[in-house]
């Protein structure tokens, strides 16, 4: 089958009357094939793709109705309108019944043929566009193919082609900028400068001159006039990124900005007009700042005009794992190393761990796996301990969660035991201890390390350094 939809595919046996049709369809713009028989029609739908099919129910081959039901049992799932001079409501609820869009009744008019076909086509290109972006896995930058990736990637096209201010929300390592850029990026002012400001990362005597500029003798260094964000910003956007953190004086200066569109460089007095669109970005809660009198309510109503909310990685379903297998070929490929992907267990420890951290704890991670080991495959026990630690748990909840009697009995002998500190051995420093619980739990497990770091609820990579710094120190 090839990848181009084609318009319509006309399924009639009368030459003339088929002539016509196509000859109206493509004056319209439209693209048309046609067929005189059910069987040359089947072969063109397996072949190929339509968007729509004109049915006649009347071939010389084959009932329309029948050629109708094989097209739905082959899993054909093209619009089809109907096209008969029988108007029987018997035959028309039955074709609609099998799985028809709708139906026109011989003689057909230019107009109502038209309006029809456009009509289908219309819905068909809609439903193809929504699954197109219902499966996208990457998108301006993100990557993620989950429902809540899915609704912040409509919800970035619906909000580019607006000039009102955006609030973006969402804990650290979100991707709270790559969403304003892409937001910038689709906007019809792509073409003009993006702008980002930390509000968090300049000092709060210096955030002002940042944000609007100053002129020459402001304050001590200012040698000559400068350009704030604001004024760099003009024609495109300006990101203020940790909105929350500004100080509450420059808020009454900035919510100014935002009403008028103005603007006074620090140790100025003229006013400057200029036609910035703002986004801003917080990883706090808004609302709870403003309750607790850290940001202004006014400003707040001004800036969360269209709010929107970026999820967390644990709630991205499996994203995790696509983030991660695009996060080690971009670092493989700067580390020069060759890694081709994650083992099953690799797998299940990254679905297995929260990531507090967001996409860039992650990025992190795989960063120092691909830095001390050798490819090909990441496996678990090179994961951080953190990440393989929590699958071992997950992966075991029965060591977790539940016991057997004997195991009560065993664990209440070890706590009487404790209780009399007799189960501490005399004259062993801690270091000691360590070594000698963890050669036993070797012991047990017959040199098995994995094994015996299960037991530990350590990871092995943590044993093995353990037995290597041993060695050295011999």
């Known amino acids: ?55 006649d129910l009347q071939l010389p081959d084959q009932d329309g109705l029948e050629l109708l039901s094989d097209i739905r049992q082959h899993g054909i799932d093209t619009a089809v309108i109907v096209v008969t001079s029988d108007a029987s409501t018997d035959r028309v609820v039955e074709a609609l019944k099998i799985g028809a869009q709708d139906y026109l009744v011989k003689p057909v008019t230019a107009d109502r043929l038209l309006v029809t076909v456009r009509n289908i086509l219309e819905l068909t290109s809609l439903k193809e566009r929504v699954k197109a972006e219902s499966g996208r896995t990457r998108y301006e930058g993100f990557i993620g193919a989950s429902k809540p990736m899915q609704a912040v990637y409509s919800a970035i096209e619906n909000i580019a082609q607006s000039k009102a201010t955006v609030f973006i929300t969402g804990e650290s390592g979100t991707g709270k900028e790559l969403c ?73 200066k900035l919510l100014r900005f935002l009403q008028t569109g103005t603007l006074q460089r620090v140790g100025g007095q003229r006013t400057e007009a200029v036609d910035v669109r703002v986004i801003c970005a917080t990883n706090r809660n808004p609302v709870k700042e403003v309750k607790d009198g850290r940001f202004r309510e006014d400003l707040y109503y001004r800036l969360n005009v269209i709010p929107i909310h970026l999820p967390p990685l644990r709630e991205r379903e499996k994203d995790s794992v696509l983030v ?151």
């Not at 963890?438 to 350590?458: F, G, Q, T």
């Open 1 to 55: 089958m090839t990848e181009d939809i084609h318009d319509v595919l006309l399924i009639e046996d009368d030459l003339s009357l088929a002539t016509v049709f196509a000859t109206q369809l493509k004056n319209a713009g439209i693209d048309v094939r046609t067929c005189h028989l059910a069987a040359d029609a089947m072969d063109n739908l397996v072949r190929d793709r339509y968007a729509l099919v004109l049915l």
């Open 180 to 252: 304003a850029e892409a937001i910038h990026r689709r906007s019809p002012r792509s073409g003009r400068p993006f702008i980002a400001i930390n509000c968090g990362a300049i000092p709060s005597d210096l955030i002002e001159t940042e944000l609007f500029g100053h002129v020459k003798g402001a304050f001590t260094g200012a040698i000559s006039d400068r350009d704030g964000a604001a004024t760099l910003a003009d024609g495109g956007t300006l990101f203020l990124d940790e909105i929350c953190e500004m100080d509450i004086a420059l808020q009454t």
């Open 324 to 474: 991660a297998e695009e996060l080690l070929k971009k670092i493989s490929g700067e580390e020069g190393k060759q890694f081709s992907g994650f083992s099953q267990d690799a797998v299940d420890a990254i679905l297995a761990y929260s990531w507090p951290g967001n996409v860039r704890e992650l990025e992190n991670a795989i960063r120092r796996v691909v830095v001390f080991h050798q490819g090909p495959e990441i496996r678990a026990e090179m994961l951080p301990e953190p990440i393989y630690e929590r699958n071992i748990l997950a992966s075991n909840p029965t060591e977790r969660d539940t016991s057997t009697a004997s195991d009560q009995a065993e664990s209440d002998h070890r706590a009487e035991s404790r209780d009399s500190d007799s189960w501490v051995p005399r004259g062993l420093s801690l270091a000691e201890l360590e070594r000698e619980i963890i050669e036993v739990a070797i012991r047990r497990c017959n040199d098995n390390i994995p094994e015996a770091a299960s037991m530990l609820r350590v990871s092995p990579s943590t044993l093995y350094r353990k037995k290597a710094a041993w060695s050295r120190d011999q």
